[in-house]
């Protein structure tokens, strides 16, 4: 999908009612704004439900201050005008007031960028503006300055979130981003110690996962790829709509029988992903026209290694990433459910992933089908997309459930007669 093509008043009704229903914003909390290329803001309504927004409710601020539209804008219209005086490249405003984000506001910290390489690329500063009563052209002047700072994400002092972009998408992309990290740090916080990367490791992630691959014009696609794209973006779709992995980070590859994968597509949208936008990899070669994820090298090894395993699902559910980002150890042995799909997960160092894949590879035995790496992803191994999908929930509902069993007391966990038993009953090995 390419928002270019998109009316501005689409794009607010479109990305508002991400916002709300991924939990984001309430109902008269939040507003976009949309300047196109006249000059003209569009702007969401003030004092109206966000969660049923229609592009009838938009309002449009042209340059000399007249408004078109049913409705008052939004009542933070001010800093929206402040920030595009300040910075001419931004195209887009996201204001919210996520929970995360609200409990680093009224903290007054920024949330850590360096848990995770993606984060400090997509977010590359934040910074705090000084708390003034909300609509006030004081506000408006507190915000403008973080951004006349070169700072394209404000955090508002016991305000929330306010996001400046070229695009609405990548607004949207730096705020879920954002979010997320903010998310992740509580979560880690309360089960040990956090590990942060160095400020420039995303620059090391950026340049050791880029692929150069040569094309290839497929001449037919068979039954068995179709299912195999139309499996893929179901539970693409239901991913996300899940929280396992954000709108451009997260990737699912599909092996087919001769020999060829299936594979998510670099930097598009996950929210809005169709049949076609996956890509077929074969002989090291792409499907003309497209753009594989950069860790299509690394599914390829993992195949090669392992005959056993059809499926690869890379993602970054924000329980389970708890523990890649801090020294809590994470041990399936709660439940009989949770050990016998995920059994030993081990979790491997963050540089491994991109400079030592030979040793991240060769992990992926029967025996250990999940692994966590150390401030970057999860990845789940199966014999089947259904069945490395069945893994992933499991991993993200254990580590929610060890979360949760860390604030009530000690944990209990499954015995080593009652693991063997375990094995006897379900005839497998560790």
Known sequence: MNIQYIHPADQLVMFMQRIYDKGMTTMSGGNLSIRDSDGNVWITPGSVDK???????????????????????????????????????????????????????????????????????????????????????????????????????????????????????TAFQRFETLNYTAELEILASKIGNLKTLPENAYRTSKVNFNTQMDDFIPKTHTSEELAARRDMINLIHRSYKMGLFTATHGTYSVRLSDGSMLITPYGLDRAYLQEEDLVRVKAGMKEVGKTPSRA???????????????????????????????????????????????????????????????????????????????????????????????RLEVMESTANSILNAHELGEMVHISDKEIEDLKVAFNFED
């Open 51 to 169: 969660g049923s927004l229609t592009r009838k409710d938009i309002i449009c601020v042209h340059p000399d201050g007249t408004m078109e539209g049913p409705h008052k804008p939004s009542s933070e219209l001010p800093f929206h005008l402040s920030v595009y005086k300040m910075r001419p490249d931004l195209n887009a405003v996201l204001h919210a007031h996520p929970p995360a984000l609200v409990a680093f506001s009224v903290v007054r910290k920024v949330p850590n960028l360096d848990l995770l390489p993606t984060v400090r690329r997509i977010c590359r500063d934040a910074q705090i503006a000084t708390y003034d009563v909300p609509g006030s052209q004081a506000l408006a002047d507190q915000i403008g300055k973080v951004f006349e700072r070169g700072c394209d994400i404000a955090i508002l002092e016991n305000h929330g979130v306010c996001v400046g972009a070229p695009d609405m998408f």
């Open 296 to 390: 299509v090298g690394m599914h390829q090894k993992i195949y090669d290694a392992h005959p056993d395993v059809n499926a690869i699902l890379l993602a970054h559910p924000v329980h389970a990433m708890a523990f890649a980002v801090s020294d809590a150890k994470f041990d399936a042995r709660t439940i009989p459910e949770s050990y016998i799909q995920l059994r030993n997960v081990k979790k491997l160092p963050y540089e491994d992933i991109y400079n030592n894949l030979d040793a991240i590879i060769a992990e992926f035995e029967p025996t250990h089908p999940a692994a966590i790496v150390e401030n970057d992803c999860v990845i789940v191994t199966g014999a089947n997309l259904l069945g490395a999908f069945d």
